[in-house]
């Protein structure tokens, strides 16, 4: 028996959950049976295009998901459930956010790909704002009083019609991932970039083997690669997908894996694929030991903007310490690129137990002009803060090896890269000193 059909014969009492992705055209009155415990409910994937006006009837509900379906407004009913925090419409055709559909607890909102011009003042009234995607709309600007938004911490501007970066964001205390590709910029930082000399990889010389993992953006796989009159290498290649993901285009993905060029910290691109035969995009990379592991996982409903760590990753101080210098490094080298990684996390590091680490996943990454003026600084000094929030979850979780003094370096190191004052913040080359 389906979900849909256990649901309407009174099987789901109780539940805490409910996922119904059946080919719906009206909301079910029968969810109002689960009104005293439903926390979580998700409809994406139907063909929804409105809500009952007495969704608050939810008491508990906290997490609604109605991606994939085809609602031209955000549902004014939203605003009345006193518990809702986390809203995801993705991929709708949205064109309306009425300042009634935001709940007073909004905490994380998700309305990547949609036909967005523009948010309400609203959106600056919800203190506890700390995740905001919006890639793939038709934003020109985004509400003034989004300045009071002091514990928002990630947003995504990505592929959308700006002309030139808010200033309201650039100056938010709390934010530390930025993504802002494929807009149209009038100082466009990735137009200046000089010719690339990535080799062209030709897809008959590779030799696809298992899957090695999965984003948003793209498809990774174990290959050889058997160039003309060499021996085959095991290599990486990573197959992009053509579709706008929370972060933006995976296309501005590879250009920045491409622009970041050679640095230890880094996984070495190889190649672009050509040749594929259904003109898919890629890059050959250098195989990755598989002694190396995630730092982090990704963070979960209740954490929102910050990562999951395992119970029992614990470093030395040296291991740790050799972790935040290679980060530090590898970030420092992107920013010299004129590349702001976007997405400087946890989950985003792969690293052995002796501390040897490699950042990866550009999937956020932006240019930025290779100049001192206070733009280019701010988006530096963002990124700086999503390092500070790194340096203290390592601390935490430091163990042996370590002083009160150096403890106590690495906390003032901490602070001050996670500070209010954006352009008070160090940046990597200060930090490098710091760390030595």
């Given amino acids: 028996m389906d979900t849909l059909a256990k649901l309407r ?183 200046h970039l000089e010719a690339d000399n990535t080799p062209n990889i030709e897809w008959s010389h590779l030799e ?45 993905e590879m250009n920045a894996c491409i622009a970041a060029g050679q640095h230890p910290n880094l996984i070495k691109v190889l190649g672009r694929v050509t040749g594929h035969p259904d003109h898919t995009a890629g890059l050959v990379m250098e195989l990755i030991d598989p002694s190396f592991m995630n730092l982090a996982a990704l963070p979960s409903f209740d954490t929102c903007s910050r990562d999951v760590y395992a119970p029992t990753t614990r470093f030395t101080y040296a291991s740790a310490l050799r972790i935040a210098r290679g980060i530090a490094s590898a970030a420092g080298h992107l920013h010299a690129q004129g590349i702001c990684h976007g997405d400087l996390y946890g989950h985003n590091i792969l690293y052995s137990h002796d501390g040897n680490c490699l950042l990866g996943d ?29 340096l203290g979850e390592l601390l935490e979780r430091i163990d042996s090896g370590m002083s009160h003094q150096q403890r106590a370096q690495w906390e003032d190191l901490q602070q001050r890269c996670t500070q209010p004052d954006v352009l008070a913040r160090p940046d990597f080359t200060a930090i490098d000193k710091a760390l030595a």
């Avoid at 007495?54 to 508990?60: A, F, K, S, V």
């Avoid at 174990?222 to 296309?251: C, F, M, R």
């Avoid at 240019?367 to 790194?390: C, K, M, N, W, Y």
């Fill in 362 to 390: 550009f999937g956020a990454a932006c240019f930025h002009a290779l100049d001192d003026s206070p733009q280019t600084r701010a988006l530096q000094r963002i990124e700086v803060r999503a390092f500070g929030i790194l």
């Fill in 9 to 191: 014969a009174g099987q789901l009492a109780g539940h805490t959950r409910l996922d119904l992705s059946c080919g719906l055209t009206e909301f079910p009155q029968e969810i109002f049976q689960l009104a005293d415990t439903l926390e979580v409910l998700n409809l994406s994937g139907n063909a929804l295009n409105r809500l009952p006006d007495d969704l608050h009837r939810l008491t508990r509900l906290r997490i609604l998901f109605c991606s994939d379906n085809q609602f031209t407004e955000l549902p004014a009913c939203l605003g009345q459930c006193a518990q809702l925090s986390m809203i995801g419409f993705k991929a709708n055709q949205i064109k309306s956010v009425p300042g009634a559909a935001l709940p007073p607890l909004l905490r994380w909102l998700i309305l990547t790909d949609n036909r967005i011009e523009y948010l309400p003042e609203e959106l600056g009234q919800r203190p506890l704002l700390q995740k905001l995607m919006l890639a793939g709309n038709r934003l020109r600007t985004v509400p003034a009083s989004l300045a009071n938004c002091e514990r928002l911490e990630l947003i995504r501007l990505a592929a959308n019609r700006f002309t030139e970066l808010p200033e309201t964001v650039l100056a938010l205390p709390g934010l530390s991932w930025l993504a802002y590709a494929g807009n149209p910029l009038r100082d466009d930082a990735s137009a």
């Fill in 208 to 252: 696809l083997g298992q899957k090695l993992g999965e984003g948003a953006s793209g498809i990774i796989y174990q290959a050889q690669w058997g160039a003309p009159g060499k021996a085959a290498q095991s290599v990486a290649v990573k197959l992009y997908k053509g579709s706008i993901t929370s972060d933006g285009s995976p296309l501005n």
